[in-house]
């Protein structure tokens, strides 16, 4: 039965966006993603805060030790905690994900609103640009964008967020040519309602369901790029730390060492899944054909 059946028969009705959290609630994945980043997003910030030991602290005569009941997660050659190194190390990556995040959708989504609401050569020479940077390899633009710009960490969200904007304008873009026909933006046009008015009124509204459910997807993407990025080298330096360079440090010492790379690597690991399962989730939820 429809959810247009369904209220026929009860005699009520509810709003879309009633309609769609009713139906991310019932997406048993998205309620593990979501859970599960809480949660993980909780114990990065609050756990170094409860742990006896410091990220930077350094013990060099306790050296790399296995997990125990001291360190649970076992300490690195520098006898520093793993434990607090790998939720210090989340912060960096998960606030990555989302500050690059914002910078790419607030590109992206003003780039693709302008190049859809005006069309003809605007609208071609704009995107002949997103198509040119479509042909170069996004991480050498990233790791180019670092040495120029040095390694701190506000270069780092700018640079990232710098090259993951451009699926977002070809998605805004698109939606934006499809709303520039419906007769609510006519009747602001005939009125004489100024482009920035229109724009801000009455298209970005109705942007804000395909912009969350890429903003969901885009994180995990964004904390991948920052990982391979710090995996090089050329991310967040030392003595900070997160999970690309301790993925980095653990993937050198394997063979010795392997707790030193398969606690970071699992944190990174469900992290990703779970921002994909929320991401999936909101995708069928706000989907438009599955209201009816």
């Excluded at 001291?70 to 989340?90: I, N």
């Excluded at 690991?269 to 438009?288: E, K, Y």
Aim: with cysteine; net charge positive; proline share 5%.
């Amino acid at each position: 039965m429809t959810r247009l059946e369904r209220e026929a028969l009860t005699g009520t009705a509810r709003s879309l966006g009633a309609d769609a959290w009713e139906r991310l609630r019932a997406n048993r994945m998205a309620r593990i993603g979501g859970v599960l980043f809480v949660g993980i997003t909780l114990l990065c910030l609050i756990g170094p805060f409860l742990s006896p030991y410091s990220p930077e602290t350094t013990q060099l005569a306790y050296g790399a030790q296995a997990p125990s009941a001291q360190h649970w997660f076992g300490t690195d050659e520098l006898g520093r905690d793993l434990l607090v190194r790998t939720l210090t190390g989340g912060r960096i990556s998960i606030g990555v994900g989302f500050a690059a995040t914002a910078v790419a959708l607030l590109i992206g989504v003003i780039y693709g609103m302008v190049a859809g609401y005006h069309g003809g050569r605007i609208e071609a020479v704009m995107m002949r640009f997103v198509d040119m940077l479509y042909a170069l390899p996004f991480t050498i633009i990233v790791i180019l964008l670092t040495v120029l710009l040095g390694r701190s960490i506000l270069l780092i969200f700018l640079a990232i967020g710098a090259v993951e904007w451009l699926t977002m304008a070809r998605i805004v873009r698109g939606q934006t040519k499809a709303l520039r026909r419906q007769t609510f933006v006519d009747a602001s046009i005939t009125a004489g309602a100024p482009t920035p008015h229109i724009l801000l009124r009455h298209i970005l509204p109705n942007l804000l369901s395909p912009v969350i459910v890429f903003s969901t997807l885009t994180i995990p993407a964004v904390i991948l790029l920052e990982s391979v990025i710090s995996f090089l080298g050329l991310g967040v330096q030392p003595p900070m730390s997160s999970w690309g360079i301790l993925i980095n440090e653990g993937a050198v010492k394997l063979d010795i060492y392997p707790w030193m790379l398969v606690f970071p690597a699992i944190f990174f690991s469900l992290t990703i899944f779970a921002l994909n399962f929320i991401g999936d989730g909101l995708r069928d939820a706000l989907d438009p054909k599955d209201s009816a």
